[in-house]
């Protein structure tokens, strides 16, 4: 049991809260929705003495008008100027380019995650086929073969392709890698690929003016952040909490 300035948060309570809380253990689950009820809780209480119209559940999710209303009453919030939206461009410009494109080929050799016996035969079959390629067999025919893809239908190609059209553990390879034959299969989750990059034409840094709203939007949700947890922390800080250790700085909820 918990209490929050003399109110009590039952156990039961608590319990039926951790569905909402996913977490590697059941332990980590339950702190989570424990935290979670208590930062409700004082929430309510706040708002309660600042005349503000609250429900009495203690699940809070229903109640995003109240608490919209206590935080624009109790939280500063500064904008983030012009200035520091281009300060923030001027130092990350690696976040504001656009995809780059590339013309790649490949032959996919199917073999499952959970297939371990397949995934070796493929590694294996895949540097055959790369130690042919490099002596000269052609792509298109090899694409024939052996691959499973439908792009074999057209030698193996896959036409231009920017991030975010085929699945992210192959980007994550590709992307990095310079035109040419790559020199090992790159591994999905559809099997070992065998890739030829035709073509890479790198990305374009996008202007301050395509992306100021996207900068001033995330800087100003990072502050938003920032003020809230330390708001939650004055709350705790000045609360009478009994029945839970509430260590601020391991606390998920206050990162």
């Given at each position: 049991m918990?209490?929050?300035?003399?109110?009590?948060i039952p156990?039961?309570t608590v319990?039926?809260?951790?569905?909402?809380?996913?977490?590697?253990?059941?332990?980590?689950?339950?702190?989570k929705?424990?935290?979670?009820?208590?930062i409700?809780e004082?929430?309510?209480?706040?708002?309660k003495?600042?005349g503000?119209t609250?429900?009495s559940?203690?699940?809070i999710a229903?109640?995003?008008?109240?608490?919209?209303a206590?935080?624009?009453?109790?939280?500063?919030?500064?904008?983030?100027?012009?200035a520091?939206?281009?300060?923030?461009?001027n130092?990350n410009?690696?976040?504001?380019?656009?995809?780059p494109?590339?013309?790649v080929?490949?032959?996919l050799l199917?073999?499952a995650?959970?297939?371990h016996?397949?995934?070796?035969?493929?590694k294996?079959?895949?540097?055959?086929?790369?130690?042919?390629l490099?002596?000269g067999?052609?792509?298109?025919e090899?694409?024939?073969?052996?691959?499973?893809?439908?792009?074999k239908?057209?030698?193996?190609?896959?036409g231009?392709?920017?991030?975010?059209?085929?699945v992210?553990?192959f980007?994550?390879q590709?992307f990095?890698?310079?035109p040419?034959?790559m020199?090992?299969g790159v591994?999905?989750?559809?099997?070992?690929?065998?890739v030829?990059i035709?073509r890479k034409?790198?990305?374009?840094l996008?202007?301050?003016?395509?992306?100021?709203?996207?900068?001033a939007?995330?800087?100003n949700?990072?502050?938003?952040r920032?003020?809230?947890?330390?708001?939650?922390?004055t709350?705790i800080?000045?609360a009478?909490?009994d029945?839970?250790d509430?260590?601020?700085?391991?606390s998920?909820?206050m990162?």
């Amino acid at each position: 049991m918990i209490q929050v300035n003399h109110t009590t948060i039952p156990e039961a309570t608590v319990m039926a809260e951790v569905q909402y809380h996913p977490a590697a253990s059941k332990r980590e689950a339950t702190l989570k929705a424990a935290e979670s009820l208590i930062i409700g809780e004082l929430f309510r209480q706040r708002a309660k003495a600042l005349g503000i119209t609250v429900k009495s559940e203690l699940n809070i999710a229903s109640d995003d008008n109240f608490l919209d209303a206590l935080i624009e009453q109790e939280v500063h919030i500064p904008k983030a100027s012009d200035a520091e939206c281009e300060q923030y461009y001027n130092l990350n410009p690696q976040r504001f380019h656009s995809s780059p494109l590339l013309e790649v080929s490949h032959i996919l050799l199917a073999a499952a995650p959970e297939d371990h016996k397949g995934r070796i035969e493929a590694k294996i079959l895949s540097e055959q086929i790369i130690e042919q390629l490099q002596q000269g067999a052609s792509f298109a025919e090899l694409a024939k073969h052996y691959s499973i893809c439908p792009s074999k239908a057209t030698d193996g190609s896959l036409g231009q392709i920017s991030k975010g059209q085929t699945v992210s553990e192959f980007e994550r390879q590709i992307f990095t890698a310079e035109p040419g034959l790559m020199p090992q299969g790159v591994e999905s989750r559809y099997g070992i690929h065998v890739v030829y990059i035709a073509r890479k034409v790198a990305g374009n840094l996008l202007p301050y003016s395509a992306v100021e709203l996207k900068i001033a939007e995330y800087l100003n949700e990072k502050v938003r952040r920032k003020a809230v947890a330390q708001y939650i922390h004055t709350l705790i800080v000045n609360a009478e909490i009994d029945g839970y250790d509430f260590n601020l700085s391991d606390s998920p909820l206050m990162q």
